[in-house]
């Protein structure tokens, strides 16, 4: 069974400042990993995710993430955030057979403020 | 590319009612699937469709919940009869083969 910790239920941090929202995972096989964001009264969109390749995955608007599968995690970072990116943000996992069945963390709040 | 589509986008119902909802994947994509936030906890898996297969439906949380989907295009999830705890956001999301999911914006359900 896979499960997906996000350490962090709440970040604020100032507008310019960078900002690492932390997850865990556990799984006994390989997997998927994914960031998804969810805008105030919008539905979830994905942010990034990592298939397989180079462990380090980018998004078109900034955001980043590492695969470390030494350590389990999958931390999603941004050297200076904006207003715009307050969200909550999901890190999810998924078997990289089958069904692909995708098990969500708790999400984390990130509040960015001016 | 059209994304995925849920209606209705809220939805408020007395216990003992019956809802459904809908999900209109993109087209093109076989794999469909229903996930459910209650209460601001865990994004929680329902089920999931190939084509018009049920694949999984391990995370259905009880025989009042009951979703098909029709020749393989839309889905319907219907909650029969409603109760209180089944109150929170049911997000459908459909993909090909490959991980990563697109979501629809989630229908707010409301059991009063």
């Known amino acids: 069974a896979q499960s997906v910790t996000q350490l962090d239920s709440q970040v604020p941090v100032f507008e310019e400042a960078p900002v690492e929202l932390r997850c865990n995972y556990s799984s006994s096989v390989s997997v998927y990993l994914f960031w998804y964001v969810q805008y105030p009264n919008q539905g979830l969109q994905l942010l990034l995710k990592?298939?397989?390749?180079?462990?380090l995955v980018e998004s078109i608007n900034g955001f980043e993430a590492e695969f470390n599968k030494s350590q389990t995690s999958f931390h999603l970072r941004k050297p200076s955030v904006h207003i715009s990116d307050t969200a909550e943000y999901f890190c999810a996992v998924s078997q990289n057979t089958g069904g692909f069945k995708t098990i969500f963390g708790a999400g984390t709040r990130l509040f960015v403020k001016a | 590319e059209a994304g995925v589509t849920q209606f209705p986008s809220h939805s408020v119902i007395e216990k003992g009612q019956t809802v459904t909802l809908r999900c209109d994947p993109i087209?093109?994509?076989?794999?469909l699937y229903w996930y459910r936030r209650v209460m601001g906890k865990e994004i929680k898996f329902l089920l999931h469709?190939?084509?018009?297969?049920?694949?999984?439906e391990s995370g259905m949380p009880n025989n009042r919940f009951l979703a098909e989907r029709t020749g393989g295009t839309y889905s319907t999830l219907k909650v029969q009869p409603a109760e209180l705890e089944d109150s929170g956001v049911y997000f459908c999301?459909?993909?090909?083969?490959?991980?990563?999911?697109?979501f629809g914006s989630g229908t707010r359900l409301t059991v009063v």
């Open positions: 087209s093109g994509h076989d794999n």
């Open positions: 990592y298939l397989s390749g180079s462990t």
């Open positions: 999301a459909s993909g090909r083969r490959t991980g990563g999911y697109t």
């Open positions: 469709f190939v084509k018009e297969s049920k694949q999984d």
